[in-house]
């Protein structure tokens, strides 16, 4: 990679025109493989909510990918990853996941989780080489009927809490 193809990974505190377009490419691509009942993603509105640290990643300056993470009291989760086919292969999912997984360890919390989809293979791929282990329904996912999460896969990684 040259300094060109530099990848950087900035905060989105608020919905902007590149954020609003990259998640929904990203709801684009989850309506063409799954029926509404299973899709869990969140809403743009509740992406920027307090508990809520969500991403933007530019290669070469162009917003090619986004990413969240929601802070509850024993774990972080993933949240509305995705990057434009045209930046796979280039680091920027591992970039904005090491992002993500810093945020994590830095509020203290040792544990990231995750939701994904069984035809999401390019995801699936990039978690288990980053550690990810496969785990049951957590959280609101538990509650939630079978049907809502026959597609589902639940995923977790333990994580090294930064020292204060």
Do not use: W
Request: proline share 5%.
């Amino acid at each position: 990679m040259t300094d060109a193809d530099m990848i950087t990974i900035e905060l989105a505190p608020a919905i902007t025109d590149d954020v609003r377009d990259l998640v929904g490419e990203l709801n684009q691509t989850l309506s063409a493989e799954y029926p509404p009942e299973q899709r869990h993603g969140l809403a743009l509105d509740a992406i920027f909510q307090p508990h809520i640290r969500f991403f933007l990643a530019r290669l070469s300056g162009a917003p090619v990918g986004c990413g969240g993470v929601a802070l509850f009291p024993d774990y972080g989760e993933v949240k509305r990853m995705y990057v434009r086919d045209a930046a796979r292969g280039r680091g920027v999912a591992q970039a904005l996941l090491a992002r993500i997984e810093q945020q994590v360890s830095d509020t203290g919390l040792g544990l990231l989780r995750l939701e994904t989809g069984v035809r999401q293979h390019a995801a699936l791929r990039l978690y288990q080489r980053a550690g990810f282990r496969a785990c049951a329904a957590f959280g609101a996912y538990a509650e939630m009927p079978a049907q809502a999460i026959a597609t589902s896969i639940f995923l977790e990684k333990p994580l090294a809490a930064a020292s204060a």
